[in-house]
């Protein structure tokens, strides 16, 4: 009975209801998309390494170096002397290494020199390899292998030829065309930032550094384990035989004599830096609560102006002995249907356009979501939603409740 | 036990006021009486009903409806005891408009438990006994006549099948031809249900419809008497 008089109610208002129900819907999708981007944003920025046990590179802050050697933002202030990365590359615990070699651009985006171990060995997500939608790796020195992104972006194919810029910008001076790299390989969109990188062999970096290769035309990728690249690199990614060493080995390579150099368990730094961008998350979801606290006070508003010209009614109801507590009961409810009818189209909507926009999401800007906002985070603000919104309305409760309380029969 | 209701040495005053709005010495209405109690507005009236009602509680003196005192009840029980025991017809605005005329019937059974069968057939027999067409159940109550809302009023008042029933002015927003038709209506289903009805109003004209008439002047001692009139 009482949701069948508190639903008439509503519909007996109907314009002041729509209207607080759309800004209440608003605020609900605002505090779920936050909420959702803010957890896909944490996840899609752990799963841009992973399987990698130790990163290293010249000694530098964990957080930059992980920020240049995973993410691709910044610059190295040093290089590792090939010495350093023979000898731990070498060392019987180490399994294989990727080596990184960063500095060079083509048209905006990173290039990384490497091998064809990065295809190998280099993981994402849960332990998720690489893979290519079209060719395959380096068997030359001048191959190179493109990301999901680029290739879409810039429309290469496999086969086309392009030059490289010396430095990062967009625009440089200082073009490498005298050594064009052949496409042969693009790799399927991973949504890490490997998606927007140019990858090619070191020798083939180091000739178009005008570092002499003897006869590096014909200089196969296959021989280069015999003979590794007597250039600088940037940093390389290791991986071991044993997890159980990677203590012992970090400790090595920070304390080695023969060059300042870190290395970092990625995880690790990983979490580091989620924590800096901690403070953006947390402004995020203050913005949210202000919203969703503006939306219940235009509830309470809502349900106490309503009150004046309820007076009437509730009186009525007072008087075919309706105890006040059911009057107050009826409040509630209309208050909590509202809710329950946002939360609701809250959802559906952001699950419609999660859907609608995910193909063009992945293929635009390589952006992995999960479709469905229903997480158990979700269900938690879902419910601090719903007791706000009973709290908030015990307002009006109590006002319906003070005004019957009151009431003499008015004649 | 032959009285619906008893009055004894009643007093209220109402927060904040320095003198009593209602005093009444005696007043005792026999079960099945029909009282009319001429008053005019500021006369305790409203006090008055409240008291009855049990909406409000005498500062000091004893009411008994249907020899209950509403001193020894808790709040919840005076709800239950006015929903079974007294119906309420008032001068205007007597239904929740967003609902439909049987929702609106239907109310104090639903509050007081009545199955849905009792309720449809007592439905049934009051709109009869009001004439009011039974296609009217299902309309919004705010879409009705004056004249209908005051007779569905009245429906509602009697579902619970209340031994007592208090109008109050519940023909001032009618025209003199539909006055005259409620009265009889409202008079006759009171016969068929044999409750006590106690009828307040200003208009004298409605005094021959009652064998029993007070006046808020004789009743309620709290009044300035007829020519100390401070105005």
Redesign the interface.
Known sequence: ?FF??AW??L??RKLSVALTLASLTVSIIIVISVEHIRSQARESFNRTVSGVDLIVGARTSPINLLLYSVFRIGNASNNIGSESYELIAGDPRVAWTIPLSLGDSHRGFRVVGSNNNFFEHFQYGTQQHLSFSQGSGFTTAYDTVLGAQIAKQLQYRVGDSITLSHGIGEVSFSNHESTPFRITGILAATGTPVDQALHVPLEGLDGAHGIVHDDHHEHSVVDEHHHIASSEITAFMLGLNSRMSVFELQRAINEYDGEALTAILPGVALAELWQVMGTVENILAVISALVMLASLLGIATMLLSSMRERQ??IF?????????S?VFLLIEIEALLITAAASVAAIALVSIALTLSQTWLSQEFGLLIDTSPLSSNIAFYIGIIFLACSVLSLLPGIAAYRSSLG????? | MTYAIECQEITYTWPQANNPTLTIESLSVEKGERLFIHGA?GSG???F??LL?G??TANSGEIKVLGNSFHSMS??QK??F???HIG?V??Q???????SVE?NIA??A???GLDKASISTRTRSLLDSLLLDTKLLKQRADQLSIGQQQRVAVA?ALINEPEILIA??PTSALDEEAKDEFMGLLLNTQQRTGSTIIF?SHDRELMKHFDQHKSMTELNAALPKRGTNVL
């Open positions: 009975m069948k008089i008439k109610s519909m007996n009437r009614e009525l109801f007072r008087s075919v002995g309706m105890h006040s059911s009431t003499q029969l008015k004649f | 507005s009236k409203s006090t009903l409240s009602a909406l409000l709040d919840r709800d239950r006015r929903s079974q309420f008032f001068q605005f007597n239904l929740i408009p967003y609902l929702d109310l104090p639903k509050i007081s509602r109050d002015e307040v």
